[in-house]
């Protein structure tokens, strides 16, 4: 179920690539390539991020000792209307311009665009170490897929992140694990590990020998890890080259003070914290890439390891969320509001 989180991430480029030869902004310089890319892909991956570090408690308390749950959940993190568009600013780039259409671009999380781009190389053609001719080459700016999710269904534009965990209960504080070990398939391969722990707190305040049974209230902590590692080699590519693929890296810190009332059947839960972390996106390899001179030749350029970024995503996070007990088989569901606010759904089997 994990490795769906990373293809969906690289579905986005992968289809975008497809669709509106996005691989053609590499003709830019790397510098110019690694600008557009940021700002394009900066919704996806901060809301991947923020994603991977929700869904670690669906309840204020902990399990007694040697009681465990198995939980299944859906996050989807909204990027904010703001989100969906950045202003391409000539002056913050060396040889890539607006040939036609407007200069408001969408990210990945926007519409559609008719803008055509342009770059407009230096060459040294005689090989002399004097630039004396230009490299010309254009190419339709990439769109976004907000439409092509809620063509999909979605009933807005969000990034979905399926995750399971496993939860072991050590007493008074509980141990939570995400783990899936190195799988590939079709060029994707995938790995995945996290670690919370939850404490409760509420045991520190309480007189000796009382029933926790009787206990409505709950209060915890909780500190949560994540790291997704994940790779890419296309089956194809726009432009001819060795060894390309793209390699991505997701770690998120998630902390927070947690509280609840049960009863019994139903309970409810809230949580403020902070939730954090960090993306970095590379796309390594050689791509020889095809440009026309002054004079209508048809001149190849080879480039290597074009891109080198890292997203960084931070926000204060508070939670709501209310639980179902059916015995031993709980349903969930919570929302968070932080930059990118998130919805948190599932199912889980847990034994006190």
């Known amino acids: 179920m994990k490795k769906i989180l990373f293809i969906i991430a690289l579905s986005f480029a992968a289809n975008t690539f497809a669709q509106s030869t996005f691989e053609a902004v590499l ?11 940021k700002s394009y892909f900066n ?33 989807a993190s909204r990027p904010p209307i703001t989100a969906e568009n950045f202003t391409f600013n000539p002056a913050d780039y060396n040889y890539m311009t607006v040939k036609t259409g407007s200069n408001v671009l969408p990210t990945v999380a926007g519409d559609v665009t008719t803008t055509i781009m342009q770059v407009d190389l230096p060459y040294d053609s005689d090989n002399d170490g004097i630039d004396d001719d230009v490299l010309h080459q254009e190419f339709n700016a990439p769109k976004g897929v907000k439409q092509d999710l809620i ?20 007493g008074h504080t509980d141990l939570s694990v995400r783990y899936m070990p190195n799988v590939g398939q079709n060029g994707v391969e995938v790995k995945l590990f996290g670690l919370a722990i939850k404490h409760d707190l509420l045991q520190h ?3 000796e020998n009382s029933d926790d049974k009787k206990d409505k209230l709950s209060l915890a ?4 890890y994540t790291k997704l590692t994940a790779s890419f080699t296309p089956q194809s590519s726009t432009f001819p080259g ?23 059947i139903i309970e409810f839960y809230g949580g403020i ?8 996106f590379a796309v390594n390899g050689s791509y020889d890439i095809s440009y026309t001179d002054s004079s209508n030749n048809t001149i190849t350029k080879t480039i290597t ?33 932080q930059k990118y606010n998130s919805f948190n759904a599932g199912v889980a089997i847990s034994i006190r």
Do not use: C
């Not at 063509?151 to 050590?170: E, K, N, T, V």
């Not at 902590?221 to 949560?224: H, K, P, R, T, V």
């Open 273 to 280: 914290g902070y939730n954090s972390g960090k993306t970095n």
């Open 305 to 337: 390891d074009p891109m080198n970024i890292d997203f960084t995503a931070g926000s204060m996070k508070t939670t709501i969320g209310t639980r179902l007990n059916l015995a031993f088989f709980k349903i969930f569901a919570s929302y968070s509001l």
């Open 242 to 264: 060795a060894n390309q693929n793209t390699s991505i890296i997701i770690t998120n810190f998630d902390i927070e003070a947690i509280a609840g009332i049960n009863f019994k």
């Open 43 to 75: 919704p996806v991956f901060k809301g991947l991020t923020y994603n991977i570090g929700q869904g670690w408690y669906n309840s204020a308390r902990t399990h007694k000792k040697f009681g465990f749950d198995l939980t299944v959940s859906v996050s």
């Open 221 to 224: 902590i909780l500190a949560g």
């Open 205 to 207: 305040f309480k007189k």
């Open 27 to 37: 003709a830019g310089s790397q510098d110019d390539a690694s600008r557009y890319f």
């Open 151 to 170: 063509d999909a269904g979605a009933p807005f534009s969000a990034f979905p992140s399926p995750m399971a965990q496993i939860g072991f209960g050590l």
